[in-house]
């Protein structure tokens, strides 16, 4: 017979626990830090009915990237590919009993169908915050970013490390409307292109541009709007309070767009300032209308969020390179190494393992009769910071040492 592959499915990972060590790292200070804003946490299936998907995602996340498939009942079934369709419907379906304004937040996998590359896999694991439906909108744009840069903070980050570019939706269709004139579909097709700039030449770029518009390509400080220059105020607002707050490392930018419909306001992504790390690392903005999308809120409703995702993979990208991640420690405190193959021995063994638990250490017995010197070169590949060694000595004296490596 033909033997098995080790490898896994592509883009996917496998964790041993030197993995799972790093990723809950990344996990609680991530948890540690939104619940210091008061954000609580929520959870979902990972499977979702397709149709969430297809009124106001991404074209891009729709037709390339989901994995989408038909179950037994004829059902149209998707691994939810980002988490912000699951919440709306989340908030949709209780609308009535949440109390207003929520702060929520999430860690699910998330599945993509992309090609896997640095900082980009295809199941990948996102930190989501959302605050919805509030009253002053600028207040919490303004707080979420304060957010951001304080998660990465606690991370031991600088500020020089990384550079939040912002921009905004309102202001960009301002700008379709009154300087290219265009009508909702060239809007969205344009829009379109915009986000894929950075991932194409400039003559490509170009090439398309013209075939939707013979406006010259401007810089929207340049364009002479009233309705343009209100929203571009907007965002130097929020760009003032966030440097009066320290954050210096924050910039308008217009060809930050995001690929998703469903944004209407503020939409912002942060870059590893490393450009060995040239994916974005986070990215939000605000959505005024995807709760609405469900039947369970009426028409001239607008509950309206503001949130952000963040991916543990370009977060561990951006840690590793920057030496800023914490030494491994394994979750067993004490291994145990019985030398004798005597019952009496091994029952005192035992009794000293249980003794330790009690007193809250993780211990792990190893059976197999090393010798002291096997045992200590165990306890240090696995990185375990203790050991016991029991044989007829210890057993017959009744008291054994703990020694620190
Ligand atoms: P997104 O820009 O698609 O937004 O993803 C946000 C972040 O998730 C990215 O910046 C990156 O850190 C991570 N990410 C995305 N795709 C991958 C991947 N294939 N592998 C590893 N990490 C990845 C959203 O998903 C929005 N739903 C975020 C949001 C929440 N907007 C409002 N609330």
Redesign the pocket.
């Known amino acids: 017979m033909k033997k098995l592959k080790t490898e896994n499915y592509k883009?996917v990972r496998d964790f041993y626990p030197r993995d799972v060590f790093f990723q809950e790292y990344i996990f609680e200070t991530w948890k540690k830090t939104v619940e210091s804003f008061g954000f609580e946490q929520y959870n979902a299936s990972l499977l979702e009915n397709s149709e969430i998907y297809k009124a106001k995602t991404?074209e891009e996340?729709i037709n390339n990237?989901t994995y989408t498939f038909i179950d037994r009942g004829d059902r149209e079934v998707t691994l939810r590919?980002?988490?912000?369709?699951t919440?709306a419907r989340m908030i949709a379906a209780k609308k009535r009993e949440l109390s207003f304004p929520l702060r929520y937040y999430s860690i699910p996998n998330?599945f993509?169908y992309?090609r896997?590359q640095r900082?980009?896999?295809?199941?990948?694991?996102?930190l989501?915050?959302?605050i919805l439906n509030v009253k002053n909108d600028k207040f919490y744009d303004i707080e979420i970013i304060k957010l951001i840069n304080q998660i990465l903070l606690n991370f031991k980050a600088t500020s020089s490390d990384f550079t939040i570019k912002i921009n905004s939706r309102t202001l960009l269709n301002a700008v379709y409307k009154n300087y290219y004139e265009f009508n909702e579909n060239e809007a969205l097709t344009f829009q379109r292109l915009l986000d894929k700039k950075d991932k194409i030449t400039e003559a490509e770029f170009l090439k398309e541009y013209e075939k939707i518009t013979d406006k010259e390509y401007k810089d929207i400080s340049d364009i002479d709007d009233k309705e343009v220059k209100k929203e571009l105020n907007y965002i130097n607002e929020i760009i003032d309070v966030c440097k009066s707050a320290s954050i210096s490392n924050i910039e308008f930018d217009q060809n930050i767009v995001?690929?998703?419909d469903?944004?209407t306001g503020v939409v912002f992504?942060?870059f590893d300032n490393d450009p060995e790390n040239n994916?974005?690392?986070?990215?939000?903005?605000?959505?005024s209308n995807l709760i609405d999308l469900f039947e369970t809120v009426k028409d001239d409703v607008n509950i309206s969020?503001?949130?952000?995702?963040?991916?543990?993979?370009?977060?561990m990208n951006f840690l590793e390179s920057r030496n800023l991640l914490p030494e491994f420690v394994n979750s067993t405190d004490i291994l145990l190494g019985i030398i004798s193959d005597d019952q009496k021995v091994i029952d005192y063994a035992d009794s000293a393992a249980t003794e330790l638990r009690e007193q809250g250490k993780n211990v792990s017995i190893n059976y197999d009769g090393k010798k002291v010197g096997d045992i200590m070169k165990t306890a240090e590949k696995n990185s375990i910071k203790s050991v016991v060694v029991i044989g007829e000595k210890e057993c017959e004296e009744k008291k054994y040492e703990v020694k620190s490596l």
Request: glycine share 20%; charged share 25%; proline share 8%.
């Open positions: 883009g991404s996340i990237q590919p980002e988490m912000t369709p919440l998330c993509r992309e896997p900082g980009r896999m295809r199941e990948f694991w996102q989501n915050v959302d995001r690929g998703f469903y944004y992504e942060v994916r974005a690392l986070f990215g939000g903005g605000r959505y969020g503001i949130g952000f995702g963040i991916g543990d993979v370009p977060m």
